[in-house]
């Protein structure tokens, strides 16, 4: 079955200390990843892809995420949380065997200390 | 260049009503999906059009519908709307893999 877990409800981070956010996913071919990101009442932003090649991919607004095939995994990581980074994240696995239509995990919101 | 837009914003509508929500792609985007985002869940899918013609469709129940005309703009349809319909629905155009979202509409029933 196809599916995307984040296991992460909610994270607290201070401001300036580096973030991680847990991605896994199963998918019977060939995944394509996509990171979204959620500010309260508004539609998702695209904040990275991947597709193949490089399995370290940059992003928008300074994030960057690593696919580990053998993990089942694609992680979201930033060195450095600004307050307006606070949101809700979410995974999201497509590919072309499935017309490219997205499965989300159920997101992880992220709150920032000051 | 123009995001994807949605219209209305916002909408409250009484059960067993109907409800028509409309989506603009970015210009060029041939494809259109549809999501239904419950609170505090990801989206889930509703239906993908392509050039359209129906592409795919999620586990969703005969009351909801949807078209593509030929400017590739989209409607969705719900019909009898019960209390569970409420939730935010995306729209998101795509020219191949990646697929770009809208703000959504948010829809309240009563």
């Known amino acids: 079955a196809q599916s995307v877990t984040q296991p992460d409800i909610h994270i607290t981070v201070s401001e300036g200390a580096s973030l991680e956010l847990r991605c896994n996913y199963s998918y019977g071919a060939t995944p394509y990843l996509f990171w979204y990101v959620q500010s309260p009442g508004q539609g998702l932003q695209l904040l990275l892809k991947y597709f193949s090649g490089d399995t370290l991919v940059q992003g928008i607004k300074g994030f960057e995420a690593e696919f580990k095939r053998s993990q089942s995994s694609f992680n979201l990581r930033k060195p450095s949380v600004h307050w307006s980074d606070a949101a809700e994240y979410f995974c999201a696995v497509g590919g072309m065997d499935s017309s490219y239509k997205l499965i989300f995990g159920s997101g992880t919101r992220l709150l920032v200390r000051p | ?110």
């Open chain 2, 1 to 110: 260049d123009a995001g994807v837009t949605q219209s209305p914003t916002h909408l409250i509508k009484t059960r067993g009503q109907h409800v028509t929500l409309r989506c603009s792609p970015i210009s060029g985007h041939k494809s259109v999906s549809w999501y239904q985002q419950v609170l505090g869940q990801g989206p889930q899918f509703i239906f993908q059009y392509y050039e359209k013609e129906e592409r795919g469709r999620g586990n969703f129940p005969d009351r909801f519908s949807a078209r593509q005309f030929p400017n590739y703009s989209s409607e969705l349809n719900v019909n009898a709307l019960l209390l569970g319909d409420s939730a935010l629905y995306l729209c998101a155009s795509s020219s191949q893999e990646t697929q770009y979202f809208g703000p959504g509409t948010r829809l309240l029933v009563l």
